[in-house]
Each structure stands twice: as structure tokens, then as C-alpha cells.
């Protein structure tokens, strides 16, 4: 089992940055790719970026691609999410998610493990 606990959401000016943290308990996050979701209201959950167990692959969306990146740091067991340039339309719970797959099975099907979430939003 992994416990995923996600923090640094908040409220943010169009433009603004936040960075997104999940720390990983329970077993050691190396063994695990990891991933963020995202899920606006009224919208199905989404995939956002994939990190493989030692950040030789990562993969984002393309409307995201510029401006967001994911990362890891498997000595903390965490992984980040590093948003720039945010836009109203990045308004979304994010969920951190950890899965033994590969990213691009994650990308489609998410992880094995969730967190609760933590909700960013983007407006003036």
C-alpha cells in the first residue's frame, strides 16, 4: 500500500505559479511510476504528466506542455508539479497517483494509489 498526500494548491492570479508537492508513505516511491490528474467541475478527471521511477521518461499534455513540469525526488519519495503561466482553465482538483505500469499505461488508466486531491484555483 501507498498513502499519496498532495499540498501546495491555492489561489492564484492568471499568470501566477504554484508548485504542487505528493509525498509518498508507505513503500518506497521508486518503485512506483507516478503521475497528476486533474479534474474541473463538471469534467472527467484528466491526465496532466507521468514520471517513470527514474525520471527517464516523462510525458505531459500537450495544452500543458510549456508551462507545467513534473519531477521527483525519490531520496524524499516525493514528486512535484511546477505550474507556470496558470489560466482559469487549470482551475481543477489535482490528484497525485502512483501505479507499477509504465507512464504510458498511467496516462490512460491512471495509478494503482490516489491522493485525496488539493484544489487549485486560478482567477483574478
Known amino acids: 500500500q501507498v498513502q499519496l498526500i498532495e499540498s501546495g494548491g491555492g489561489l492564484v492570479q492568471p499568470g501566477g505559479s504554484l508548485t504542487l508537492s505528493c509525498a509518498a508513505s508507505?513503500?518506497?516511491?521508486?518503485?512506483?511510476?507516478m503521475g497528476w490528474f486533474r479534474q474541473a467541475p463538471g469534467k472527467d478527471r484528466e491526465f496532466v504528466a507521468a514520471i517513470s521511477r527514474v525520471a527517464g521518461t516523462i510525458r505531459h499534455i500537450d495544452s500543458v506542455e510549456d508551462h507545467f513540469t513534473i519531477s521527483r525526488d525519490n531520496a524524499k519519495n516525493d514528486i512535484y508539479l511546477q505550474m507556470n503561466t496558470l489560466n482559469p482553465e487549470d482551475t481543477a482538483v489535482y490528484y497525485c497517483t502512483a501505479g507499477r505500469t509504465d507512464t504510458g499505461r498511467l496516462r490512460q488508466l491512471g495509478g494503482d494509489f490516489w491522493g485525496q486531491g488539493t484544489q487549485v484555483t486560478v482567477s483574478s
Open positions: 508507505g513503500q518506497t516511491c521508486s518503485s512506483y511510476v
